[in-house]
């Protein structure tokens, strides 16, 4: 048995292929003619126009509610356009429950997969069949998907549960569905010892009773089509017969064989349950000559319908062209180059990288930015600069080149010390901060060569790896007169007669690094939060929005050892100026009161309908977005709502700013700005809005600050992305109070105020720095 090494394809022509299959003494023929692939075939209620079946491939873009996203509906969408005569729609989750980025079908979904299938057969030339596969070990949650799926409009449902419970479902769902075709995707030879389908004393080798017994059961319940998959064996190594490789690994064969076996499996299923439609897989391997061993298959009557996955992410249009033109070009076929199955192992958006590279590169690289060969090429571009300009540049006055040289020494857990000591919130801040306006922005590299070194990707994956060691839990001192570290910046040692507290209001990067550095200095701190959770603006809108994990996990791990040792104690669900006053803090038995409650009110030109703040949009995710949206810029919740209106269907996209595109606080690639449909409005100020007669806002009116010339830009929703400002019941609060000095400065009323109240809106880097600096000023005037 060949089990060849890696090697570019190497057939270029149907003799060739012949040849190969030859060698290798399989029974496979070639046909020159590719016209039983446009034979119809009769299912249920529909002729179908041809033998060609687009596979499920799980992707990672359905909407947070679990509906197809815009993604999931233009894959599908091409799908019919091309012609497939059925489509058969990745694994969606039966019921509510179901990890992020994957479909749910449930009574909420139900009407955004309806919208799904009328587009779909909106699209196609021809009316295709469309198959939604649900998934759940309960029958019960089946029987109800499968009818909702119904509703939706599809013509049949894949069931996918434990295969014990496969007949049950079949006949439940027959019986309550009958209009419903009731199909199975099913692997018939799990290649592993005592494995499904698998000969008792040769892993090595199927053994199809078994699968031939429950395939006639599930005939006899009342199954309308069969979809058959197989693995192959793992013939090296430790892994050899405990598991099976799946058509998204090189195969320990020759692909050839692979691909033998499983139209031999499928024939010999076929073959044994007369009259069950069987869809037949495997083909992607060949490329170019799918359409001409697809066809010999139909021929033979060893399947019904040739089944392509990765082929037709690579070639959505595949059908149509290769009826066009007799066959198919070489250049628009899967080149078997596995970025799909990893983009789909990663929970991401799946399509292919190769041939759709506008769409899916940038998610790919995105994905691949913190794989362990990147992050250490990345690192070997560090010059470790003496004096370095990123470090001057860091608003922590982060040693970066001290970590970088940590971490290419292989000592990760040095790193994360070293970046910790001015960071005590590395995760957020990496995620989150404008690389080019700071560190990155300083880098040498992006002088010398046009791409900084990665230097925030590196801290981001040594602090979340540092996480999982368990490495980021806060240090508390046992006495007020220890350091929790010894690369904390050194204070003069303090003795205090008795522990003091200290009440901080907000729990956005400020308020968190203000009472992350007081727990390791020995205080005690009171953190009153507006929300249910800490984080901020980060937390609750940002992470739903950005390629970044919630900061919940970091700032849970931080503050877990501060919450066991009773030093922390938090209090959400409380406002100021609402809930609590400064004066019942301020005569409370605290040392001092930080207020540092960030900025929740966005800066308006005035209100009309069809005119939203940008955290009121980004929090409400079904909000209707038409194809002319304005955002006005400036503040940094500006790119994910740009973001979100992009991936909500808005056709062109303004964005107005004030100023030149380097000041701005954005974060997605400059490449971006280039997306077909996006304006960039450089230097544009925004004055106010024109309404229509029905009162909506139809136009913003803008001046340009260079040239001094005003217009009215049509559009049809305008989000307001300005900038953020201190909420009225923050402001009431404050007055109440005796005047505060700036941050840092003790008062008579031991009120210190910081983060964004005081600097209107700075980097989370530049919020986190001042947090410690408000912390180390407390430290120092308590024991003044």
């Known amino acids: 048995m060949e089990i060849p090494g890696y090697q570019p394809f190497y057939i270029d ?54 509906a197809p996203g815009p993604l999931t509906l233009r894959r599908y969408r091409r799908y019919a356009d091309g012609n497939f005569a059925m489509i058969w ?54 029987l109800h998907a499968a009818t909702l799926a119904a509703d939706a409009g599809f013509d049949g449902v894949d069931l996918q549960c434990p295969r014990e419970a496969l007949p049950e479902a079949v006949l439940r769902v027959r019986e309550g569905c009958p209009d419903l075709l009731v199909a199975t995707r099913l692997c018939v030879y799990e290649a592993t010892r005592n494995g499904f389908g698998v000969a008792a004393n040769d892993y090595r080798r199927p053994d199809m009773r078994e699968p031939i017994r429950l395939v006639q059961e599930l005939r006899a319940r009342g199954l309308s089509l069969l979809n058959v998959t197989t693995a192959s064996p793992a013939l090296r190594g ?183 000591a001015r960071d005590p919130l590395p995760e957020l801040t990496s995620r989150l901060s404008p690389a080019w306006l700071e560190s990155e922005g300083a880098c040498i590299e992006t002088t010398l060569t046009g791409t900084p070194v990665p230097i925030l990707d590196l801290q981001y994956a040594i602090a979340w790896r540092a996480r999982d060691r368990g490495q980021t839990g806060v240090r508390i001192p046992t006495a007020a007169s220890e350091n929790a570290s010894t690369d904390q910046p050194r204070l003069s040692t303090i ?127 079904e909000c209707f977005v038409p194809e002319r949206v304005a955002i006005l810029s400036g503040g940094d919740s500006a790119m994910d709502a740009a973001r979100a209106v992009q991936s909500r269907g808005a056709k062109e996209i303004f964005i107005v700013f004030g100023g030149p595109r380097s000041a701005m606080h954005w974060h997605l690639p400059e490449s971006w700005f280039a997306t077909p449909g996006v304006q960039a409005m450089m230097h544009w100020q925004p004055l106010g809005y024109e309404t229509g007669l029905d009162g909506r806002v139809c136009a913003v009116r803008v001046r340009h600050l ?43 009323t031991r009120l210190y105020q910081a983060g964004a109240l005081v600097n209107g809106g700075a980097s989370v880097g530049r919020c986190v720095a001042e947090g410690l600096a408000v912390a180390e000023s407390i430290h120092r005037d308590i024991a003044s």
């Open 495 to 621: 003795h205090h007669p008795r522990s003091t507290s200290v009440a901080i209001v907000g729990g956005g990067p400020t308020g968190l690094a203000a009472a992350i550095r007081l727990l390791e200095l020995g205080h005690t701190v009171h953190l009153y939060e507006q929300s249910e959770r800490l984080g901020g603006v980060a937390e609750l809108v940002l992470s739903l929005h950005r390629s970044m994990t919630s900061p919940r996990e970091e700032i849970e791990a931080i503050l877990a050892p501060a919450l066991a040792a009773d030093r922390l104690r938090l209090h959400f669900g409380i406002t100021l100026g609402k809930d609590l006053r400064l004066e019942t803090l301020l005569r409370a038995n605290h040392a001092a009161v930080v207020v540092a409650p960030g900025l929740w009110q966005e800066r308006s030109l005035g209100h009309a309908p069809g005119v939203v703040g940008a955290l009121e949009f980004l929090e409400s995710p």
């Open 89 to 142: 729609v990745e694994r969606t989750v039966a019921g509510a429950e179901a990890g992020p980025g994957r479909l749910r079908l449930h009574d909420d979904t139900v009407a955004a997969f309806g919208e799904m299938v009328r587009q779909l057969r909106t699209a196609a030339p021809e009316d295709p069949a469309i198959i939604l596969q649900v998934a759940s070990e309960n029958v019960d949650l089946l």
């Open 238 to 420: 430790s892994e050899r017969g405990v598991r099976g490789r799946s058509d998204a690994e090189n195969p320990d064969e020759h692909p050839l064989m692979t691909l033998h076996r499983q139209l031999r499996l499928a024939h010999a299923l076929r073959a044994a349950v007369l009259g069950l439609p069987v869809v037949g897989s495997g083909f992607s391997w060949l490329r170019q000559f799918v359409p001409h061993v697809a066809a010999w298959a139909l021929r033979e009557g060893l399947i019904d319908f040739a089944g392509l996955g990765r082929g037709a992410l690579a070639n959505p249009h595949l059908p149509k062209q290769v009826f066009a033109a007799g066959g198919l070009p070489a250049d628009s076929a899967c080149m078997v180059c596995f970025a799909c199955s990893q983009l789909r192992d990663e929970g991401e958006p799946v399509g292919c990288v190769l041939r759709d590279p506008e769409t899916y590169g940038p998610i790919y690289r995105q994905m691949r930015r913190f794989d362990a060969d990147q992050l250490l090429a990345g690192a070997a571009r560090c010059h470790l600069c003496e004096a370095a300009p990123c470090v001057a540049a860091s608003p922590m006055r982060t040693d970066i080149p001290a970590f970088i040289q940590a971490f290419r020494n292989g000592d990760e857990a040095r790193a994360y010390e070293i970046i910790r």
């Open 13 to 66: 022509s149907v003799d060739s292929l012949r040849g190969e299959i030859d060698r290798l003494g399989l029974e496979i023929t070639v046909d020159e003619e590719v016209h039983p692939l446009a034979q119809t075939l009769v299912l249920g209620s529909r002729r179908l126009p041809n033998r060609f079946c687009a596979q499920p491939i799980m992707g990672g873009d359905a909407a947070r509610n679990g």
């Open 706 to 748: 260079e040239l001094q010339t005003e217009a009215a830009l049509p559009v049809d929703l305008v989000i307001e992305a300005m900038e953020l400002q201190v909420s009225d019941h923050v402001k009431a609060a404050l007055a109440e109070v005796p005047a505060s000095p700036p941050a840092g400065v003790e008062s008579p």
